[in-house]
C-alpha cells in the first residue's frame, strides 16, 4: 500500500482555481521551453519518500476540506541556488477530486495512509457527491452531512 502526503493548498479558493493554476503553469513552462510537469518545491525531503514513490499522491486541503490529489510522478531533491537543499515533487497534471474531509490547519506535511485517504469522487463509493458543485460539498462537509 501506497503512503500520501496531505499539504494545504495555499492560494487557490477551489480545485478548479488549482486547476486553473496548473494549466497557466505548464502554459508559461511550454512557452519557455521548460519540462510541463506541475512540480510543488519543498524544503525538507519526506524521510519516508520510499514508500511515497511507489504510487502516492499529494492531497489538498482547501480552506480547510480535503478536497482532492494530485499523483506524485517523481521525488527530486535539489540543492537551490543559495546553497539550500530543497526537494521537488514532480505531480501528475490530473487533479482528482476527492470525497470531502474536514482538516484542521497545520504547517508543513503530514503523512496520509492510504487506508486513511478518502476514495476519489469518481470511485462508486462516493455515489453523488461528484455531481455536486465543490462549494456546495465543501458546506455540507463541514457542517458533519457528508
Given at each position: 500500500?501506497?503512503?500520501?502526503?496531505?499539504?494545504?493548498?495555499?492560494?487557490?479558493?477551489?480545485?478548479?482555481?488549482?486547476?486553473?493554476?496548473?494549466?497557466?503553469?505548464?502554459?508559461?513552462?511550454?512557452?519557455?521551453?521548460?519540462?510541463?510537469?506541475?512540480?510543488?518545491?519543498?524544503?525538507?525531503?519526506?524521510?519516508?519518500?520510499?514508500?511515497?514513490?511507489?504510487?502516492?499522491?499529494?492531497?489538498?486541503?482547501?480552506?480547510?476540506?480535503?478536497?482532492?490529489?494530485?499523483?506524485?510522478?517523481?521525488?527530486?531533491?535539489?540543492?537551490d541556488a543559495d546553497g539550500i537543499g530543497r526537494c521537488r515533487l514532480v505531480l501528475d497534471a490530473a487533479?482528482?477530486?476527492?470525497?470531502?474531509?474536514?482538516?484542521?490547519?497545520?504547517?508543513?506535511?503530514?503523512?496520509?495512509?492510504?487506508?486513511?485517504?478518502?476514495?476519489?469522487?469518481?470511485?462508486?463509493?462516493?455515489?453523488?457527491?461528484?455531481?455536486?458543485?465543490?462549494?456546495?460539498?465543501?458546506?455540507?462537509?463541514?457542517?458533519?452531512?457528508?
Open positions: 500500500m501506497a503512503l500520501h502526503l496531505l499539504k494545504l493548498c495555499v492560494g487557490p479558493a477551489s480545485l478548479d482555481d488549482l486547476v486553473r493554476r496548473i494549466e497557466a503553469n505548464r502554459t508559461l513552462a511550454l512557452a519557455a521551453g521548460l519540462d510541463p510537469a506541475p512540480v510543488h518545491t519543498t524544503r525538507m525531503v519526506p524521510k519516508r519518500a520510499a514508500e511515497i514513490a511507489g504510487g502516492g499522491s499529494i492531497y489538498w486541503v482547501i480552506k480547510g476540506t480535503v478536497s482532492g490529489r494530485q499523483a506524485i510522478r517523481e521525488i527530486a531533491p535539489f540543492t487533479v482528482v477530486p476527492v470525497s470531502p474531509r474536514p482538516c484542521r490547519p497545520f504547517q508543513g506535511w503530514r503523512y496520509l495512509e492510504a487506508g486513511n485517504a478518502p476514495p476519489d469522487l469518481g470511485d462508486a463509493a462516493a455515489g453523488d457527491l461528484a455531481e455536486m458543485p465543490e462549494g456546495l460539498r465543501r458546506e455540507l462537509s463541514g457542517l458533519g452531512l457528508i
